[in-house]
């Protein structure tokens, strides 16, 4: 591994020691450059400094009580030197301060008390993620797919988005964070290993960990299989932060079943969505729902991240698609048609819609993988494009 150069920027004195002396400990990178201050600005010459470093990682610790002028200035590098990778340092007890660090464009979120293990290993991820993402600096997208209430189709819809997915575009994955894992029977699947296990490793996890622990489908789809017995696992809302920060780095595009789950932890992955997929059924109860779930959900959300869609969807006189979206409160994205023998034949095959020729069903995914992904610019590229790029 070539030695990294990397900057700090740190406000507090200990912590630019500290963190000189951890970034020297890991052998692997070498500080070019301390800097005592948060740039505010272009011009500003803290800013200056930071870029003659030439850093490959920057450092941006993020004080607990005060942390607005550090996410300020993540911002800011992201726009002024997008060649740089930004760790930010902090408490792992501030879900939203991690969010927020991550929506700046921090590619890691370290804990605060750092040691030297943490940052080695941030940094051999970020080389490996560097070699294995070909289109690099491009973070994947993530679509979380969560239910209004049970049994509304969420696992159908996000096994066979992924599915369509990976099918157009390839290097996508499927994480099934559902209170019991349904993706990978619904696929037929038999994993040896899944999210537990890529949770408990977390303090290792690299790029090629985390794919060991994933099942690929004959299609190359690779799956997080979710927990095969109630309660055996409860990740905290920052395990998932770093896990998820992982995957959007690997994959281009990321489905998460999420299903019933509804709790911080899945808050958090819908925070850092570019989509909510909300579930529902054209029926009062249901929809009655969606409005309590997507008031939960979209509490520190983007105000359109969450939208519905109508599963099981069928003409019902006097009831229009307006209805729906004023009872849910959400914008209707899509509809999936009420087809019960053939969704239910599938699932008990293990032989997903998107296998089988079932047009209306395979239609209906495909159309919402592409509409999901209109306005991705590479995508746009690989359209026109005479070979997949992947
Ligand atoms: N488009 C559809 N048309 C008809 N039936 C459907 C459709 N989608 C799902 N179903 C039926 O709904 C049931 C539940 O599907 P699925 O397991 O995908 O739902 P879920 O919301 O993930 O459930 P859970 O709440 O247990 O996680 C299945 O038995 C399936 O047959
Ligand atoms: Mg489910």
């Given at each position: 591994?070539?030695?990294?150069?990397?900057?700090?920027?740190?406000?507090?004195?200990?912590?630019?020691?500290?963190?000189?002396?951890?970034?020297?400990?890991?052998?692997?990178?070498?500080?070019?450059?301390?800097?005592?201050?948060?740039?505010?600005?272009?011009?500003?010459?803290?800013?200056?400094?930071?870029?003659?470093?030439?850093?490959?990682?920057?450092?941006?610790?993020?004080?607990?009580?005060?942390?607005?002028?550090?996410?300020?200035?993540?911002?800011?590098?992201?726009?002024?030197?997008?060649?740089?990778?930004?760790?930010?340092?902090?408490?792992?007890?501030?879900?939203?301060?991690?969010?927020?660090?991550?929506?700046?464009?921090?590619?890691?979120?370290?804990?605060?008390?750092?040691?030297?293990?943490?940052?080695?290993?941030?940094?051999?991820?970020?080389?490996?993620?560097?070699?294995?993402?070909?289109?690099?600096?491009?973070?994947?997208?993530?679509?979380?797919?969560?239910?209004?209430?049970?049994?509304s189709g969420a696992t159908t819809i996000a096994v066979n988005l992924a599915m369509a997915l990976q099918a157009t575009h390839g290097n996508t994955a499927?994480?099934?964070?559902?209170?019991?894992?349904?993706?990978?029977?619904?696929?037929?699947?038999?994993?040896?290993?899944?999210?537990?296990?890529?949770?408990?490793?977390?303090?290792?996890?690299?790029?090629?960990?985390?794919?060991?622990?994933?099942?690929?489908?004959?299609?190359?789809?690779?799956?997080?299989?979710?927990?095969?017995?109630?309660?055996?696992?409860?990740?905290?809302?920052?395990?998932?932060?770093?896990?998820?920060?992982?995957?959007?780095?690997?994959?281009?595009?990321?489905?998460?079943?999420?299903?019933?789950?509804?709790?911080?932890?899945?808050?958090?992955?819908?925070?850092?969505?570019?989509?909510?997929?909300?579930?529902?059924?054209?029926?009062?109860?249901?929809?009655?729902?969606?409005?309590?779930?997507?008031?939960?959900?979209?509490?520190?959300?983007?105000?359109?991240?969450?939208?519905?869609?109508?599963?099981?969807?069928?003409?019902?006189?006097?009831?229009?698609?307006?209805?729906?979206?004023?009872?849910?409160?959400?914008?209707?994205?899509?509809?999936?048609?009420?087809?019960?023998?053939?969704?239910?034949?599938?699932?008990?095959?293990?032989?997903?819609?998107?296998?089988?020729?079932?047009?209306?069903?395979?239609?209906?995914?495909?159309?919402?993988?592409?509409?999901?992904?209109?306005?991705?610019?590479?995508?746009?590229?690989?359209?026109?494009?005479?070979?997949?790029?992947?």
């Open positions: 591994m070539a030695e990294l150069s990397v900057v700090i920027v740190a406000a507090d004195s200990e912590q630019q020691t500290v963190l000189r002396v951890l970034v020297d400990g890991t052998s692997v990178a070498r500080v070019a450059h301390v800097c005592g201050s948060y740039p505010v600005a272009a011009a500003d010459p803290a800013m200056r400094r930071i870029q003659s470093g030439s850093p490959v990682v920057t450092l941006v610790d993020i004080p607990a009580e005060q942390p607005g002028p550090a996410l300020r200035a993540l911002e800011l590098l992201r726009q002024e030197m997008p060649q740089t990778a930004l760790f930010a340092i902090g408490s792992m007890s501030q879900p939203q301060v991690i969010v927020s660090a991550m929506r700046s464009g921090a590619r890691e979120f370290i804990e605060r008390p750092t040691t030297t293990t943490d940052l080695l290993e941030a940094f051999v991820r970020l080389t490996a993620a560097q070699r294995s993402v070909k289109q690099n600096e491009v973070r994947g997208k993530l679509f979380t797919v969560v239910n209004a209430k049970g049994g499927l994480i099934d964070i559902a209170p019991l894992g349904h993706a990978t029977l619904q696929m037929n699947l038999k994993p040896a290993f899944g999210l537990g296990d890529a949770v408990r490793n977390l303090h290792r996890l690299d790029s090629s960990l985390l794919e060991s622990f994933m099942t690929r489908n004959s299609d190359g789809l690779l799956v997080l299989a979710g927990a095969n017995a109630p309660l055996a696992l409860e990740p905290s809302a920052n395990d998932f932060a770093r896990l998820f920060d992982m995957l959007v780095n690997q994959f281009r595009y990321v489905v998460v079943d999420a299903s019933t789950r509804i709790d911080g932890a899945t808050r958090l992955v819908c925070n850092l969505s570019e989509t909510v997929l909300l579930v529902a059924h054209a029926d009062v109860a249901s929809l009655w729902s969606a409005a309590r779930v997507q008031q939960f959900l979209r509490d520190g959300a983007g105000k359109n991240k969450v939208q519905l869609v109508l599963n099981r969807f069928r003409r019902i006189p006097g009831f229009s698609e307006t209805d729906a979206e004023t009872a849910a409160g959400v914008k209707l994205l899509w509809k999936i048609p009420n087809q019960y023998f053939a969704v239910s034949a599938a699932i008990d095959r293990g032989v997903p819609l998107m296998n089988q020729n079932h047009t209306d069903l395979a239609r209906a995914f495909a159309g919402l993988a592409s509409r999901l992904t209109e306005n991705d610019v590479d995508v746009k590229r690989t359209a026109w494009s005479l070979f997949k790029s992947v």
